[in-house]
């Protein structure tokens, strides 16, 4: 039941990017146009379209830690039995959560700092812009702690221990028959 809310709570954020992205391209080209064709601009393009690029990172970033996307590697992982993996992997979520919290921290108090600082255009506060890497703290939190609960628990099976997922050239250079050592060069004469 946890696991479908959590799904849900995703698609909603790629929903969410889907439209950001939209928007960041509809003001960008829409102010080349103007910019080009009427010698004119939409002023506030700029800015938006920053703070939803920010806003997209970090969302996209949430997203990537319930799929367990970031980029990270198993070489060792992999060579451990099953107990090693539990607790090389319990102490790498006990890092990432307190990596967590030190973005939680440091984005809190650039939004409280920011909170009567206005934006240069649009006049709206500057802490919308730090409050991204508070809700990407807040959530990827929770979801490594929940992950972190699993392997702790047991509840996470050994075989989602180690995920090695390999990057789709180094898949079709793998799945190939060997080549040949190719044959010498013919010298010149």
Same mark, same amino acid.
């Given at each position: 039941?946890?696991?479908?809310?959590?799904?849900?709570?995703?698609?909603?954020?790629?929903?969410?990017?889907?439209?950001?992205?939209?928007?960041?391209?509809?003001?960008?080209? /829409?102010?080349?146009?103007?910019?080009?064709? +009427?010698?004119?601009? =939409?002023?506030?393009?700029?800015?938006?379209?920053?703070? @939803? +690029?920010?806003?997209?990172?970090? @969302? /996209?970033?949430?997203?990537?830690?319930?799929?367990? /996307?970031?980029?990270?590697?198993?070489?060792?992982?992999?060579?451990?039995?099953?107990?090693?993996?539990?607790?090389?992997?319990?102490?790498?979520?006990?890092?990432?959560?307190?990596?967590?919290?030190?973005?939680? #921290?440091?984005?809190?108090?650039?939004?409280?700092?920011?909170?009567?600082?206005?934006?240069?255009?649009?006049?709206? #506060?500057?802490? =919308?812009?730090?409050? #991204?890497?508070?809700?990407?703290?807040?959530?990827?939190?929770?979801?490594?702690?929940?992950?972190?609960?699993?392997?702790? #628990?047991?509840?996470m099976p050994d075989g989602e221990l180690v995920r090695i997922a390999e990057s789709e050239e180094l898949a079709a250079v793998g799945s190939q028959v060997p080549h040949e050592a190719p044959a010498p060069i013919a010298s010149r004469k």
């Amino acid at each position: 039941m946890l696991n479908a809310f959590i799904d849900r709570c995703c698609r909603a954020i790629n929903l969410l990017i889907a439209l950001a992205l939209a928007v960041m391209v509809v003001m960008v080209f /829409g102010n080349v146009v103007l910019r080009y064709a +009427f010698n004119s601009g =939409i002023a506030i393009s700029e800015e938006v379209s920053r703070w @939803l +690029f920010v806003w997209i990172t970090f @969302l /996209g970033a949430i997203v990537a830690v319930r799929e367990r /996307g970031h980029l990270g590697t198993d070489f060792l992982l992999a060579r451990l039995p099953p107990l090693g993996q539990r607790i090389c992997l319990g102490l790498s979520y006990a890092l990432m959560i307190w990596c967590t919290w030190l973005l939680f #921290s440091g984005a809190l108090a650039q939004a409280r700092i920011n909170w009567d600082v206005d934006a240069p255009v649009t006049g709206a #506060s500057m802490a =919308i812009f730090y409050a #991204s890497g508070v809700v990407f703290a807040v959530a990827a939190g929770l979801l490594l702690a929940l992950d972190l609960w699993r392997i702790v #628990s047991g509840q996470m099976p050994d075989g989602e221990l180690v995920r090695i997922a390999e990057s789709e050239e180094l898949a079709a250079v793998g799945s190939q028959v060997p080549h040949e050592a190719p044959a010498p060069i013919a010298s010149r004469k």
